[in-house]
């Protein structure tokens, strides 16, 4: 059965019909083998809807044998085809036992239960058990399950699924039998089995009511101490869960196994979390500081789900940011919590920024409650993810702290092993709180960046600040006409006494004016702290403004936010003509340098100040995208800033610490702003010494990669050196050669195409792993803005082959990889027929997997 036998019909959000048949319990077993796995459900079903046919979705299975109340049922009882199995007449409750054969070992896709390796392992969200078993394969089907796995004892010392262990036996023979029972009752895509021999790493954690919860994490065998980091962190975010929201854990064992084939990030399966190993498995000298923050958060979000996504799931797919954005927000409170809250805001700032605008300005843009499905996998987004964590976030704002806390307790009790919508979860917040939520709601159906347009005006007289707020979402691609939405903007006001002053304002109309009486003095306005609503700002504030607010705001993002702007407009400036050293005026070289000296300083915010706004955060600031002028731009302010500073940052370098490597706050910001000063000291020929002895020296994987990426976005002659010693080096480690990959696929200069080329034919490179092709390929199309876009469209057609090589292998990867090339409206002619060229030839090939069908035909004329 290939893809294009299955349809290819989108869904309507509004077609929803609550499910015709449920199923209370399920006896799932499992025989496994690498290309014929026997898999046998028992299911108890009750009938809901009178009349109904059973339909029960089932895709690349092998039918063994049917049986009905105990009664074997012949082809004329049933229809089979690519997409499932209906029985047109059933009683209306019965017990339906169903033994289907699967090829664990051909499965190329990693949906179902497929080999990363040597190890069995399953994901099944979001429609991934249709691969595994018959079986209404709907969140709003929930079910208890008892599994039973047997295989080779020898081969497989572990055997796992959800809940608790029940039995576990070996037979003369050798093979092993465990049973597992979890007492949750759970969607089909919250399933999940691994089966493999591990190095076993334990803990255990005492709930705040006195349960003692046994940690397991099983990673590859060698690996063990790798592991410490990820159980800690769990640790912690158990704690933080109790802490924050008073939710404890449930069940007597968590366990988390860290496999090396795996299409996303992690999975949340009740009690047995897969993840991909590059979340899990950390140490100084392979991880990086920020490897060490995405694992605490992706384990902490994983983690989190068990709550907001388990014990309350979601009604349909549609109301995936019910638990995605959610869950994104509790995370990221998390990992402020545990780390610099700033830095990580900034970081959140600058993917909705980059990443959620450019969606939404896309011919893939969609609300954060999407209405139009045709592969849900296509829906695990920036959108519904951060930009419907932007929303929950906003809701704290509006509500406060505790009214929100309040909301959070009162859906989770109310919906406790339901599965629910996101009206729900707004109609909880707006019972816990007293707010009308009406308007607010327009977040989950409007798709769309809301550009919101301020003035400040001062009458000395009256004493009257007035501030003019203006909104304005523009037509997308899905969605002509857009309503005013319901927009927190806060605010501070800093006077020339050094007095603030802080407000919320509620944002309802298209336009509002809102007027502060008793202003003494004109204030300089900081406007969206913290990045109240995720909008794109215009306001009139001077460049003394801006550089005024990086210096005294109070809020470190709006800090380094009011630096963002400034360092935009200069950009701008130099791009329609001005020349670099009219732009960066000797006051800026003056104030950069003293926040380079200022001692007592947050190392990390001064490292970010001085951080050039990214080629896609510019790029989302122009209609047409000007590719050329943007790079050009960006390379001659840095290299002008490099020479101007050139002592400022080797005095910094020499005045910060070197302590040894830990992850932790103070010692993240240090690197952090030693990493920045090498970053513009790569400018210059004459700090190559400085350059190699830092990276000579560096006994941690943090110091390397920054070495490599300052010398190679440099174009410094020191980078091929040190990149062919890191391959050399690291040649053994996969995890860290997806850095090497990153880094040859990243490098601005034209050899990329010769270097890329040759790095799939390194040992460590395969198709058939998504993190080894994101590496070279992702990397290349969404980091290498340079070579992407050449005019010779060279970078397209290298994207376009890879795409059509691995749509077959893996169509949730190539989907993700065309991403770049949905966007050609957004360039100029020349380079909109490129993409355009490359696109009508995935058009035009056979097998298109629905993944890629779906975006390539929404972003084709
Ligand atoms: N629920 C997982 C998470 O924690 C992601 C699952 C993604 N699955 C997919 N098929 N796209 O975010
Ligand atoms: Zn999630």
Not at 206 to 213: K, Y
Not at 304 to 317: A, I, L
Not at 491 to 502: C, G, H, M, P, T
Request: glycine content about 4%; aromatic content about 10%; hydrophobic content about 45%.
């Amino acid at each position: 059965m290939s893809a294009q036998t299955t349809n290819r019909i989108a869904r309507s959000r509004h077609d929803y019909q609550a499910p015709a048949f449920t199923i209370k319990t399920m006896q799932l077993s499992f025989n496994l083998h690498s290309t014929a796995t026997r898999v046998t459900a028992v299911m108890q079903v009750n009938r809901e809807t009178p009349g109904a046919a059973l339909q029960l979705d089932g895709q690349h299975l092998t039918l063994i044998a049917i049986t009905l109340d105990g009664r074997k049922l012949s082809a004329e009882h049933y229809q089979l085809s690519a997409d499932g199995l209906v029985l047109p007449e059933v009683p209306d409750s019965f017990e339906l036992c169903i033994e289907t054969e699967i090829a664990p070992q051909h499965n190329t896709a990693l949906e179902g239960l497929y080999m990363a390796g040597n190890t069995y392992c399953t994901q099944c969200e979001a429609e991934g058990f249709r691969r595994i078993m018959f079986f209404p394969d709907r969140p709003d089907v929930l079910c208890q399950y008892t599994v039973t796995i047997k295989a080779d004892a020898k081969t497989y010392p572990y055997l796992l699924s959800n809940g608790n262990k029940i039995s576990d036996h070996i037979d003369e023979l050798g093979l092993r039998t465990v049973q597992w029972h979890d007492p949750f009752p759970k969607p089909c895509y919250l399933f999940a089995l691994v089966a493999g021999d591990f190095d076993l790493v334990t803990d255990n954690f005492i709930t705040q009511s006195g349960r003692d919860v046994r940690l397991e994490l099983f990673v590859d065998k060698g690996a063990a101490a790798k592991g410490d980091f990820a159980l800690q962190a769990l640790k912690r975010a158990m704690r933080w869960d109790e802490q924050r929201f008073n939710l404890e854990y449930d069940l007597d064992i968590y366990m988390v196994v860290a496999v090396d084939f795996f299409n996303m990030g992690a999975m949340e399966n009740k009690g047995l979390n897969i993840f991909n190993s590059k979340y899990v498995l950390a140490d100084a000298a392979s991880a990086t500081d920020r490897d060490y923050f995405n694992i605490e958060s992706i384990i902490g979000h994983e983690y989190f789900h068990n709550w907001t996504g388990n014990r309350v799931t979601c009604r349909d797919w549609f109301q995936l940011s019910l638990k995605e954005g959610l869950t994104v927000f509790r995370d990221q409170e998390f990992s402020a919590d545990m780390g610099s809250a700033t830095l990580s805001r900034i970081d959140a700032v600058k993917l909705i920024r980059s990443a959620q605008f450019a969606e939404d300005a896309s011919p893939m843009a969609h609300p954060i409650r999407p209405e139009q499905v045709l592969e849900m996998n296509n829906f695990y987004t920036v959108t519904v993810y951060d930009k419907g964590a932007e929303v929950i976030r906003m809701l704290q704002t509006l509500l406060g702290r505790q009214l929100f806390a309040s909301g959070l307790t009162l859906y989770l009790k109310r919906h406790d092993g339901q599965a629910a919508t996101c009206d729900d979860f707004i109609r909880a917040m707006q019972d816990a709180s007293g707010y009308d939520l009406t308007q607010f709601a327009l977040w989950y159906s409007q798709s769309g960046t809301p550009v919101l347009t301020v003035k400040q005006q001062y009458d000395a007289d009256t004493k009257q600040l007035s501030l003019t707020l203006r909104q304005e979402t523009a037509a997308t691609a899905d969605q002509a006409t857009k309503q005013a939405l319901l927009l927190p903007i806060a605010v501070e006001l800093l006077f020339a006494d050094n007095s603030r002053q802080k407000q919320l304002f509620c944002l309802t109309d298209a336009e509002q004016q809102f007027v502060l009486p008793d202003v003494a003095t004109e204030p300089v306005v900081v406007w969206l702290e913290h990045f109240s609503a995720p909008v794109k700002l215009h306001c009139q504030a001077t460049t003394e403004d801006l550089l005024q607010i990086a210096a005294q705001a109070s809020d470190g993002v709006a800090r380094w936010d009011a630096m963002q702007q400034y360092w935009s407009r200069q950009i701008t400036a130099v791009m329609q003509g001005a020349a670099v050293q009219t732009v960066i005026t000797a006051e800026l070289v003056a104030l950069l340098k003293q926040w380079l000296e200022l001692p007592a300083a947050d190392l990390a915010l001064t490292a970010e100040l001085l951080t050039l706004p990214d080629f896609d955060t510019l790029a989302e600031q122009h209609d047409e995208i000007p590719v050329d002028a943007i790079l050009s731009a960006l390379s001659s302010i840095k290299m002008f800033l490099a020479q101007q500073l050139r002592e400022a940052f080797l005095q910094c370098l020499h005045n910060l610490p070197q302590p040894a490597y830990r992850y932790q706050q103070q010692d993240v910001a240090i690197r952090r702003l030693r990493h920045l000063c090498l970053s513009y000291m790569a400018q210059l020929a004459e700090y190559d010494v400085v350059l190699q002895q830092h990276y000579q020296q560096a006994d941690n994987m943090t110091d390397t990669i920054a070495v490599l990426m300052a010398t190679q976005q440099a174009g410094s002659a020191l980078f091929p050196q040190l990149r062919d010693d890191f391959c050399q080096r690291w040649q053994h480690d996969a995890l860290v050669m997806d850095k090497a990959f990153a880094l040859v696929a990243t490098d601005p200069a034209d050899t990329v195409f010769a270097g890329i080329a040759a790095m799939q034919q390194h040992r460590q490179f395969s198709w058939k792993n998504p993190n080894r092709v994101r590496a070279l390929f992702s990397a290349f199309s969404m980091r290498n803005p340079q070579q992407f876009h050449r005019l010779d469209g060279a970078g397209y057609r290298l994207l376009l082959e890879a795409i059509t090589k691995l749509d077959p292998i893996n169509p949730q990867v190539s989907a993700r990889l065309v991403t770049p090339l949905l966007s050609w409206r957004r360039f100029d002619k020349t380079r909109q027929q490129l993409m355009l060229d490359a696109l009508q030839l995935l058009a035009a090939q056979s097998n298109l997997s629905n993944d890629l069908f779906e975006k390539v035909s929404r972003s084709l004329p």
